[in-house]
Each structure stands twice: as C-alpha cells, then as structure tokens.
C-alpha cells in the first residue's frame, strides 16, 4: 500500500480565507496518522518525552562529549552482551526465564515498511524538485533557492549532528505547538502571507518596470 503524500492543492488549509474557512483534514492527518502522529502530537506523553529524552541523550554523546560512532556502538554491544551473559546464566539457579530479544525489534515487516515509505517520500521529494527546476513556476523556484541557500549557511555554522537534533526537536514539538495555538498561529501566518505577497508584488513590478524595452517595430507593408 503506497502512502498517501499531502497536497497543496485543494485541501482546504486556507489559512484565514474568505467566509472563515480552516483547514479540512486535523494536523493528526496531516501528519499520516496512526503512531507516529500520536508520538509527534504527545498523545503518549511518556513516550514522546522517552523519545526526546534519547535523541538529547544521542546528542550530548555525540556533540558534547564528543563521542565517535564506532566505540559508542562496541560499548553498547559489549554492555548488552554482558547483561544477557549474566542474566542467562542466573535464570536457572533465580528459577526466572532467559532473556529474549523481542519480535519487534527485529520485525522484517517493519524494516520494510520504513524502506518503503523511505522510497516514496524520496521519490516525491526528487519529483517536486524536477518540476520546480523546470522552471515553470518562477516565485517557487526562487523560494527553493533561497531556502537552500539559507540551510547551506546555517549547516556551515553547525555540525550535522546538532542539524539532525535541531530537526528532530522541531518535528517533536512543533507540531503539538500548533494543535495548542492554532487559531493564533493561523492568525499570524495569515498575515505574514498577505505582507509577503504585497512584498513580492512590489518586488516584481519593480523589476519589470527595470527591464529596458526595445522600440516597437511597424510592419512596412
């Protein structure tokens, strides 16, 4: 089953449009639904705050203690491996049940449901992009450019893993943040819209207006 890609067109998110409309679908949809919508919006508040909690964790590791990936892995491994040492060889004389690696963790159903969804946002993503550098809407492709030159400023200020963290803590906060304030917010971002489109607008005419215009030629007959 392929997942569902939310589209600009036509859904009805017209933030403080005419007649008092608001966006059809709930953030919760938006978002795909199901448990990651759920651990996104703070439904679960144990689980989101667990979440949050190890990606800071991962992150001090990393960025603070400076930590490299492959010794953190063998500590990991080796700590996990004497866990189950010491617990397989005491179950027996503590009458408990060895450990067992849970089903879940290893689930093949899983792994190729994250690929799959993997694939088709990727794909979509590259789609959109071809189609913005087709050049057949301008505004958007100088929107892209410019957000592209704004992420590669801000990525040669910080390291790739505060990025990934300041990411993850933006897709795990904002969200619940917008549910909470969304009339506010809508109010706000309607406004911002119709300034950067007055904006945009003066921009353009003023370009236009810059653009030198040869003299119109008369057909001799």
């Not at 990936?69 to 408990?96: D, H, Y």
């Amino acid at each position: 089953m392929h997942p569902n890609f939310p589209s600009d067109h036509g859904n009805g998110r017209g933030v403080g449009g005419g007649g008092g409309g608001h966006r059809r679908k709930p953030i919760h949809q938006l978002l795909g639904g199901g448990r990651a919508a759920d651990i996104l919006l703070w439904k679960d508040r144990n689980l989101s705050a667990g979440l949050l909690a190890g990606a800071t964790l991962v992150w001090y590791l990393f960025e603070v203690v400076e930590y490299s990936i492959v010794p953190l892995v063998c500590q990991i491994a080796i700590l996990a491996m004497l866990v189950v040492f010491i617990w397989s060889n005491a179950a027996p004389l503590l009458n408990i049940a060895p450990p067992r690696i849970p089903e879940v963790i290893i689930s093949e159903h899983a792994f190729r449901q994250i690929a799959q969804i993997v694939h088709y946002k990727l794909a979509h993503t590259v789609s959109a992009l071809y189609d913005i550098a087709c050049g057949k809407d301008l505004k958007k492709f100088l929107l892209v450019v410019l957000s592209l030159l704004i992420v590669s400023e801000v990525g040669s200020s910080y390291s790739f893993t505060s990025l990934l963290y300041l990411g993850f803590l933006c897709a795990h906060t904002l969200p619940a943040l917008y549910q909470r304030y969304e009339t506010e917010v809508d109010h706000l971002a309607a406004r911002g819209s119709e300034d950067i489109k007055r904006f945009y607008k003066r921009i353009d005419s003023n370009l236009l207006n810059k653009i030198p215009r040869g003299p119109v030629k008369t057909k001799v007959k």
